[in-house]
């Protein structure tokens, strides 16, 4: 057999948080990931927002988790010898007078992330006028291609990455360890994303897929200091093309792209853009999103060498660093994780399995 600390089950921002903390700890780690092209994580737009909703108001816990994140990235950017993160703040192009106001209204009222409306005219050549633009700041865009690539090199030279579909019949669970084929691991953690839906360990969490689509289009012209918002989202992507969406979905038919969503993010960019695109591709993704709108995080009550790291739904940029760091604490030194994110909270439903 061969022995290490942990399996980690997935390989999104999750998993390669939460390796990433556990090796530099010392730690020996197998991180067992099928690649796809359809993970959330490989389809997000990589923003940190720190506000959210038609209200404007701050992310939870955002104070906390921004400056966190920024610096891990940071880290492990220097550590992958690629920049990861930028500051890229929003412009938030208000569509109608009542967003205006709206807008105006929380900026009034002590939301430290809102700016004093920019000068629409500096805009003119790329859009088509609105009723004034605000500014959040500071906003984050994360180099999600190049973080998930980058660490994926670092644990195949590590001998750390198995890659293929992980499958329970192939994993025996015991009291104080886990075997899974020829490796031997005190604890396996799940950082799987949508897959954990069906974990027969934790799928009576309160899970709630949500789908979201994106756009990726050219568009020549338009600067990529910033990310352009009025109802969809325009985010400088890789390549020098853009990323276009999102949609939040919560009943769907299926997982693929659909042709509502791509007619209706032409329209929107027919009347707000002023200069040409073209449309490259189209994804679709599947969120591992939850009820409670709060991550899932630690160990599972019966069976102490199983954990899970998910249900971070469209704030994973945001939530991962500081989670895997707050996981990889609990692990180590027996640190508690903060309540309102760790599973515990949910005893008594993972109890009854």
Request: proline share 6%.
């Amino acid at each position: 057999m061969i022995k290490v600390d942990y399996i980690i089950v997935g390989q999104g921002i999750s998993g390669s948080f939460l390796s990433w903390n556990l090796i530099k700890a010392g730690k020996q780690v197998l991180v067992i990931d099928q690649s796809t092209t359809n993970s959330a994580s490989k389809v997000a737009s990589g923003v940190i927002n720190p506000v959210t909703g038609r209200r404007i108001v701050q992310t939870w816990e955002i104070e906390t988790l921004m400056p966190f994140a920024v610096e891990a990235y940071t880290q492990l950017g220097d550590e992958l010898g690629s920049p990861l993160i930028n500051q890229c703040n929003i412009l938030d192009f208000h569509a109608t007078p009542q967003m205006k106001l709206a807008f105006d209204d929380r900026l009034a009222n002590d939301n430290i992330y809102l700016r004093k409306p920019v000068n629409p005219d500096q805009w003119n050549n790329y859009f088509h006028p609105s009723f004034g633009i605000g500014e959040i700041d500071p906003c984050w865009l994360v180099d999600i291609h190049a973080l998930l690539n980058g660490w994926r090199k670092k644990l195949a030279e590590n001998r750390s990455l198995l890659e293929e579909k992980f499958e329970f019949a192939n994993c025996i669970i015991g009291a104080d360890h886990v075997e899974y084929h020829n490796y031997l691991a005190q604890k396996i953690i799940f950082c799987d994303g949508v897959e954990g839906f069906e974990n027969p360990y934790f799928q009576a969490l309160p899970f709630s897929a949500n789908k979201g689509e994106a756009i990726i289009a050219a568009i020549p012209g338009l600067p990529k200091n910033n990310i352009f918002k009025q109802g969809i989202s325009i985010v400088p992507w890789r390549d020098g093309l853009f990323w276009i969406g999102s949609t939040y979905e919560w009943n769907f038919i299926n997982t693929e792209p659909t042709e509502a969503f791509k007619l209706k993010v032409e329209q929107q960019l027919t009347e707000w853009l002023k200069l040409p695109y073209t449309i490259v591709d189209h994804l679709a993704s599947i969120r591992p999103a939850n009820l409670e709108r709060r991550p899932f995080i630690g160990l599972h009550p019966i069976y102490q060498s199983v954990g899970i790291m998910n249900g971070m739904g469209t704030k994973g940029c945001s939530l991962a660093p500081f989670f895997a760091d707050a996981f990889t604490k609990l692990l180590l030194e027996n640190k508690s994780i903060p309540p309102l994110a760790d599973v515990r909270r949910l005893n008594k439903i993972l109890s009854r399995n």
